[in-house]
């Protein structure tokens, strides 16, 4: 992966051993180029993607193609139910749209990954969050209120521009959450089992650049190069999230979203500090990294210190989780575990979750 200066564009080899390349674009303002980037894909009928808080965002995207676009579908829902995908294919079908451009976060990008792997249509994403799925061949959607994730060559998109612009707009409490979702990617990558050298300097590299752009867009949320800083750090740790497996901190996130319906980035907000913790001794040395940055000699502690700093949200029950969950929470997250450093046990997760829910320092 090669270091750009802002505007310049790069081809990156997203997973290992691939030979698919995506093309990734930085810098102020670079929406307005949409239309050429639709046509160096060579399409003609592209279908804009969005949220329905993010229509406003659509439209423009729809205006700055003309004839390039023919339609705008704004109702991408969080966790990617099938129903939306199915309602959004049946407008594929009548546009005979031959792209996707979603523009926002996660959600978005989850349903243009959804509708390419029915189509195999190619994919532009224009993120306005930190949350990193435009870097993963991976899906996750609910049906019948399970969600189930899979991997495929036809989900990773082919262009992703990251436009300053974008996140200036995003609320300075989900800027926090939402760094936070991403910097989680970076930590559990750096203790993955696969990991490499690559992925090793790439995970801290994102750490890095939300460690040092974080406390700058706080204090000025219009900064755009401290903003660029942080979007580069979305992609660093999102390209780590689709080549190393994930632990225990993302399993613990994906039971409290999917089985208690919490919102994503401030659940990862709130256990990455935990998780990190849990794991802070048996994986001392891959940790040392978020030390070196942070300070400190564990790396959960470190990291509490740090969300607490950026305000970050600390509470489960704040979400809404009842304490009356947390037998369930803990028998779910310790059933079928991820890999992980330390050994998962029941009891070491329950009391974790209730540290988490009271909003109490990480347990060491
Ligand atoms: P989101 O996409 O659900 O966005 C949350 C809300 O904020 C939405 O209403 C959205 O419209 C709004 N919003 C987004 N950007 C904004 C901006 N710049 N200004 C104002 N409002 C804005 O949240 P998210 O955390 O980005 O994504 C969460 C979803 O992404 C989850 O479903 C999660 O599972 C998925 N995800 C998937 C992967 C993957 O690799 N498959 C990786 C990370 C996240």
Redo the contacts with the bound molecule.
Sequence with gaps: MEETKSGEDIVAQPTQNSDQAVRVVFGAARRISIAAEARRLGVTKALVL?????SG?ALEIAELLGSLAVGVFCK?????PVHVTEDAMTHVAETQADCLIAI???????LG?AIAFRTNLPQIVI??????????????QTENGV?T?LSDPS?LPEVILYDSE??????VP?TV??AL?AMA?AAEALYGTNRTGGTTAMAIQGLESFIEGLPKVLTTPSDLDAREATQRGAWAC?TV??QVGMALHHKLC?TL?GSFNL???ET?AIVLPHAIAYNARAAARELQPICDLLGGDNAGTALHDFAKQMNAPTALRDLGLQESDLDRAADLATTKPYPNPRPVTRVDIRALLQAAWAGDAPIQ
């Design positions: 969005s949220t329905p808080q993010q965002a991408a829902e969080m966790h990617t926002g976060g996660g959600s978005t990008t989850g990954k993120p306005t969050t930190y949350a990193g799925s435009e870097c993963t061949p991976i899906l996750g969600k994730t989900i974008l996140v200036m707009t995003l609320p989900m959450t939402s979702n990617h999102g999230l689709g994906h979203g919102p994503h980035a990862h």
